[in-house]
């Protein structure tokens, strides 16, 4: 009776197309003093480009470092990470500061903190005004304070230290945020050259050469040529069959 013949599967997705190049590296390095039944120039290609995949990786995972290191410190240079050094000035702590200088301005009359985009909450049988507590609500609150500062110039009731203190922790945390933009760009950038190594990118196939996808599909097609009669051959070399 005919039999369909076994497909043996080189796989389309990153994870299992690098498990799959350890796999085979790792049978051609342990043939136990036996000649390796994978095509030596093939192995030293896959076995280099393997080598280049992982280096990437060591980069990507090193700018990832940065972007969690640079993301506390810019919640911490807002005032809002819950290990916040209390003694640090942080936006939050100006803002703070900003508000009891102009209610001792106004008698504590905390209507006069809504020109300068502060909120007035109702609170129990009064009122107050909290300090928002996210790096969005924040950042709109500062703006309102720095642009009604801009506008009032030299009459501004705030103030000039307290100005000067939030423009510059202002600055701060933008310019994090800035170098954060550069080094998310930076892991996008790196993380498509390492898909372009596998060979997984967009309008890259199974011709596209020094790829893993491309030396697995010719060390395969090696392969089921020698072992065109015992196709389970494979399945002892690392590969899938179907």
Do not use: W
Request: glycine residues 6%; charged residues 25%; neutral net charge.
């Amino acid at each position: 009776m005919y039999q369909t013949p076994a497909k043996v599967l080189v796989p389309l997705e990153y994870h299992p197309l690098l498990n799959l190049a350890e796999k085979v590296l790792a049978k051609h390095r342990t043939t136990e003093g036996q000649t390796s039944v994978f095509p030596a120039p093939i192995m030293d290609s896959l076995a280099e480009t393997l080598g280049e995949v992982n280096a990437t990786n060591d980069k990507l995972a090193a700018i990832e470092t940065r972007i969690k290191t640079n993301e506390e410190r810019y919640m911490a240079t807002l005032g809002l990470s819950p290990s916040q050094n209390p003694d640090a000035d942080s936006v939050s702590r100006v803002v703070g500061d900003i508000r009891k200088a102009i209610l001792d301005i106004y008698s504590q009359n905390e209507n006069s903190l809504t020109q300068y985009g502060y909120r007035v909450k109702v609170v129990g049988d009064g009122t107050g005004i909290a300090i928002p507590d996210t790096p969005k609500g924040l950042n709109q609150l500062t703006s309102q304070i720095l642009k009604r500062a801009n506008l009032e110039g030299e009459y501004c009731e705030i103030p000039a230290d307290l100005v000067e203190r939030l423009r510059k922790t202002t600055g701060t945390a933008e310019a994090i945020l800035e170098k954060n933009k550069q080094l998310q760009q930076a892991h996008k950038t790196t993380t498509q050259y390492r898909d372009s190594l596998v060979g997984i990118l967009r309008g890259q196939h199974h011709k596209t050469p020094n790829t893993l996808r491309f030396y697995l599909i010719s060390a395969r097609d090696i392969l089921m040529r020698m072992y065109r009669e015992n196709p389970q051959e494979l399945l002892n070399l690392g590969f899938t069959l179907k």
